[in-house]
């Protein structure tokens, strides 16, 4: 493929509306997205989403450790395998974290079923975690017998506004206008032109685009390009550089029972695009995309995400979620006048 970018003023023409097949953003055109771990699908359900969530939490702030959802350890009396909501395993040391997300706080019976399974699995330590926190009872049985509790604690506005970002979270994207479409007469479009293989060269014209573009700048494209099937074409639009932020939608602190929210050194905050989850513990943090949840704008692709932030801190980026079901739609006019002189 060939082609020529420059800023540039056009009138656009009455679109088509397509929608493409989405198979065509797996893969190549996510490029960018390191995960930190292997891409996987979030649960809906609630007791083991609150899992997932306390093993990456655990995976921030025992980083030089494994951290392992939902793992089975063998009983020693039994030979049988136990599961474990979370383990952690460093060196010889081993945690189990177990989660509860419950109406209400979680009263001394539970702490007492902890300290006997902590025994019984000869762990090193177990931690208690719950959504609505601990009644005074079971506070003062799990300092007596060495259990560690955490809970969440949600921030109040003015402490976020008085705690701010760690960081900023954007998408950068290309928008393009109309998108016209110049091939032979008689070519088949609708079957061998329109969906996955338009979306392979839309896909080309993007990374062929200046990184970065001006933002406001209008810049023409265009291309010529050979389909597979429907042979040689030309692709004329324009297209710019198009930034949304990811505001902050509500912080959790995560910690002791006993600890106010403001003073915890770890929190979770969640964004509203993309159900994005922002996990920080001291200089370290995570953030993780749920691809499942991502509504793209119509003629909009997504380039990259952007993390800015003012202090040094080791970041790891997760994707959770299948990126095989993104799609996308775009505003195609065919026009049957291409010839080998275009």
Excluded at 49 to 75: C, F, M, P, Y
Excluded at 297 to 302: A, E, K, Q, T
Aim: proline share 5%.
């Amino acid at each position: 493929m060939s082609g020529h970018f420059q800023p540039h003023q056009t009138t656009a023409a009455k679109p088509t509306r397509l929608a493409p097949h989405p198979e065509i953003l797996s893969g190549k055109p996510w490029g960018w997205v390191r995960p930190y771990r292997s891409a996987r699908s979030m649960t809906t359900k609630k007791g083991k989403s609150l899992e997932q969530l306390a093993e990456r939490i655990h995976s921030v702030i025992d980083r030089d450790a494994k951290v392992t959802w939902n793992k089975g350890v063998v009983d020693p009396d039994t030979g049988r395998l136990r599961q474990v909501d979370v383990l952690i395993e460093r060196g010889t040391h081993v945690t189990h974290v177990e989660c509860r997300d419950h109406i209400g706080p979680q009263d001394v019976k539970w702490i007492e079923e902890l300290i006997g399974r902590k025994d019984s699995l000869k762990a090193d330590a177990m931690i208690a975690v719950s959504t609505s926190g601990f009644t005074p009872q079971a506070v003062v049985k799990a300092k007596a017998k060495g259990i560690f509790l955490r809970d969440f604690s949600e921030l109040t506005d003015q402490e976020i506004g008085e705690w701010g970002a760690i960081v900023d979270i954007s998408a950068n994207y290309v928008e393009f206008e109309t998108i016209h479409l110049h091939v032979r007469e008689g070519t088949d479009s609708a079957k061998t032109i329109l969906g996955s293989p338009l979306m392979l060269v839309i896909q080309e014209i993007v990374s062929q685009l200046p990184d970065p573009l001006a933002e406001g700048v209008w810049y023409r494209v265009n291309a010529s390009v050979s389909f597979p099937k429907g042979g040689p074409a030309c692709i004329q639009s324009r297209c710019r550089a198009v930034k949304r932020d990811f505001p902050i939608a509500s912080v959790r602190a995560y910690g002791e029972p006993d600890v106010s929210a403001a003073s915890r050194t770890t929190t979770i905050d969640t964004r509203t695009q993309f159900k994005t989850e922002a996990i920080f513990s001291g200089n370290h943090g995570q953030i993780t995309f749920d691809l499942s949840r991502i509504e793209m704008p119509p003629n909009h692709w997504l380039r990259h995400w952007s993390v800015v932030g003012e202090q040094i801190m080791t970041m790891h980026i997760e994707t959770i979620g299948n990126i095989d079901f993104i799609s996308t739609s775009f505003d195609v006019k065919i026009i049957s006048d291409y010839t080998d002189d275009n």
